[in-house]
């Protein structure tokens, strides 16, 4: 096998400052092998808020009210006809008008004169539903099918309305300042019932199917299907509010332009009331329009009816005058000429009073100065002047037959008029009689059988979309938040430290962990169960470096320390050991780390007789090392932990221990306790002849790192490196690409 090594010579320093620069520049731009590293490395925490808000998203689909709607279509016709195939009612057709436009129509639909009159038909001004658990209430009430009998209540919430109760309340009066409060009906025994106000001060009791009158209130409760203690909300709206949420639910438009077609819908929790409601609306629109088409029609019948006594007056006087006339003077004959001239006056004053007639009804819609009045009174005043002709002719005439000419014209313009008159008021009864309006429905009301809304699949997908997009957010605040050290050269650039080796991620120490945490399993030295593992292999590298550690100093021991707990410092301890010892060494390992040191499990070792025991009771230096199954590689242990580990460590003994260990071995290894945690480590560093720090990849800022420098060179102990355990390969690979990595040593066969 052929093996890649480190070394500290000048070419692997040019290498990783080229490898810098081309980072530090690839740092202008958007790196996505950052972007995609980063979300590898909080994939599990993605995937748990994204499936938290699918889960929310789900339960919000479930539990929502459904919405149904109802709609409907009307058609608005050009213009208003008479109906009832009558000819002879064509020419007051036009009394009727012409139709208003489509969107003034829909402002008609959404008025208070229509939703008014449905809001009294339908008694909305009056709430009175169930009163539900939070949350899941109504959505366990929708799923009951109880042949019409209550739910019984879950979890002891009595209270509440599970499913299957009902409430007709026909009448609720109030005093004025409950008008839209909420208020409380509570069922009692025996269909009785109590109502509460907002302040739970008692309104009204009594039985059901009876008025019940309080002080502050009236109701009348028709029916009551619920158990004793179910409480119903209640509430008397004002007709505003009551049309105000009518209108909010209501949706009219157009259905085509200029198609004079109106698509009306209504949307409700209720499937049944949607349509109801709807319906009510079409009715109360249908039944204003023909009112208002028969109201012009009616308006002229109330004038033509009020004119007609007095034009029966008028013919009666003429008629009497005439025939007295006649008495008095016997028999006159008019001559042919006076007929002709009788005639012409009669014709003429007919239409003087048709149009005076016609001013008049214009009058009450126009002004005088609207062009069809001016037309009418130009037509008068010509008429007039026909007269007057007229009247000058007749004044040449005798006078016998100036008087008779003049009450005969008289007793003939009356009749006419009369007549005429009264025709017309009749066909204007008859027309009023079969007006139809000029809008007809065309699809009455119903309601779809699925709900419009929620949208559960729509719902489940945003919060889907709405839950990754939060999860990106909590990785960037994370990664915003927590500024640590991700590869090596950091530590190199801000400290001015080599790394001496880079030891990567181990799946297989991983799981041996899992099982000592489990007590599934004993320790395990990685160097002898995974030969070939990655760690191993950078370990191996460690080994050649660590030659160029100890050049120059006077002991050959190296302490091994970090800066906090958890960074694998133990890990490095023994697995560099067995490395070591596998290549031929004579190898020590020391757990000094009196307080929590672990090295013994890992070999099967008692912890007792160990540095406590040689220091406190003057034990032999062989009965304190231990051989271990590795060949080459000792071991000695803690010993019993002791309530004063820094004072042991200082005393005399400890450091005469590692003088005799170093002569007996080639190299000693001091696993020490952490840096920033202690002052141990620093006592330690005096009596070795280089330390070496553990940093864990994405475990410490660089401000961290820096101070554990600094407090080891306040104890008099200049720290030779650092070791850069637990590096992420697959991640660096996504951010850098596969360049191979400066510190990453692979074997091939």
Known sequence: MARQTPNAAPVNEVHRNHASSQRDKANDFINLGEIVATLLEYKWLILAITAFALAVGAFIALVATPIYRADAMLQVEDKGRAKGGIAALRDVEAVLGDSTSVSAELEILRSRMILGRVVERLNLTIVAQPRHFPIIGSALARRHAGNGEPAEPLLGFSSYAWGGERITMQSLEVAPELVGSPLTLVVQDDKQFQLFDEDDQLLAQGPVGVPVNGERASLFVAELVARAGTRFDVARLSQAEAIATLRENLEVRERARQSNVIEVAFTNPDREQASTILGEVLNAYVRQNVEYRSAEAESTLTFLEAQLPELKNQLDTAEAAYNSYRQNRGSIDLTMETQTMLSSIVKVDNDIVVLQQKRDELRQRFTSEHPQVQAVDSQIARLRSLRSTLDKDVSRLPDTQQTALRLHRDVEVSTALYTNLLNSAQQLRVARAGTVGD?????????????????????????????????????WAIRALRVVVEDPETIERELSLPVYATVPESKAEEEVDRRIRRGKGSGELLAVTHPD?????????????????LLGAHRGSVLITGPAPGVGKSFVSKNLGAVLAQSGKRVVIVDADLRKGHIHKEFALPRNGGVSEFITNGLPLESVVHQTEVEGLSIVTTGQIPPNPSELLMHERFGLLLQELEAQCDVLIVDAPPVLAVSDAAIIGRLTGATLLVARAGRHPIGELEQAVKRLEQGGVNAKGFVFNGLDMQRQRHRFGYQGYQYQYKYSA
């Not at 709900?451 to 719902?459: N, S």
């Not at 593992?533 to 550690?549: I, K, N, P």
């Open 439 to 475: 809008v007809r429905i065309i699809d009455s009301a119903v309601t779809a059988r699925l709900p419009i809304a929620p949208r559960k699949a729509l719902i489940v997908l945003l919060a889907g979309v709405l839950g990754g997009l939060t999860s990106l957010g909590v990785v």
């Open 533 to 549: 593992d990655a760690a191993v292999e950078s370990l191996r590298s460690l080994r050649t470096t660590l030659h160029f550690a």
